[in-house]
């Protein structure tokens, strides 16, 4: 298993306002992914991070509302840009490791709340 | 398409009963299912794995099946406790292609005392 550092557990947000959210594992990951999950919904795909590289986005997810670094194996951040009360939302980073492929661990989420 | 579907939507039972939570699939190619219980504020943890060639897998009292054919699984628990409250995703991996996760929306289990 893997332990994944995700912060900030919550935030309350303005309108128009960006917030950062960091991923952290203490493992060596294949892959890692952002995921959304609104209230009472599953969760949706919202890109792939890829190291080194541009992040892959899902339809629906661009970069520039959603732009995401993965400077290394283990770390990433997800940005949510120019925030809307209807980004409201858990954003949740999930991974893969490399000793356990086809198994994707989650962090504990981001609650996010938009005024 | 590919979708995962659950039933019930929610569920309420009373301490130390048992339940069983159903999920239907129409994923392919198919490479495994898996059960995640995901606590209210918090991500999803996973509770169950099973693969193409697995009927049934258990971790403490939870138990899920998986029939391939059919394209059906579940997932009974047994003896049911007030922290078995949560939400109950399947989630089906395609052996290929992007998106290779497809996940349900949960079944809500309340237990109550």
């Known amino acids: 298993s893997a332990v994944i550092s995700q912060k900030p557990s919550r935030d309350i947000c303005q309108r128009g306002t960006s917030l950062t959210i960091q991923c952290q594992v203490d493992?060596?990951?294949?892959?890692m992914f952002w995921y959304r999950q609104q209230p009472g919904q599953s969760l949706t795909l919202i890109a792939t991070?890829?190291?080194?590289?541009?992040?892959?986005?899902e339809s629906g997810f661009v970069i520039d509302k959603f732009p995401i670094s993965r400077p290394n194996l283990t770390f990433s951040t997800l940005t949510v840009s120019n925030m809307s009360p209807e980004d409201s939302s858990i954003y949740l980073c999930?991974?893969?490791?490399?000793?356990?492929?086809?198994?994707?661990?989650f962090g504990a989420g981001t609650r996010l709340s938009v005024l | 398409k590919n979708q995962v579907e659950q039933s019930p939507q929610s569920l309420i039972i009373l301490e130390g009963k048992n339940c069983t939570l159903q999920c239907n699939y129409t994923v392919s190619p198919f490479s495994n299912l898996r059960w995640y219980k995901q606590d209210t504020g918090r991500g999803p943890v996973s509770l169950t794995i099973m693969t193409f060639s697995e009927n049934t897998k258990s971790n403490g009292r939870y138990t899920a099946t998986l029939d391939a054919d059919t394209k059906q699984s579940s997932l009974h628990i047994t003896a049911s406790q007030l922290s078995d409250s949560a939400s109950y995703i399947c989630v089906v991996t395609r052996n290929s292609g992007n998106t290779p996760l497809v996940f349900g929306k949960g079944t809500r289990l309340s237990v109550i005392a």
């Open positions: 493992s060596q990951v294949t892959m």
């Open positions: 991070a890829n190291q080194g590289s541009e992040a892959t986005y």
């Open positions: 999930s991974v893969e490791l490399i000793l356990a492929k086809n198994i994707q661990y």
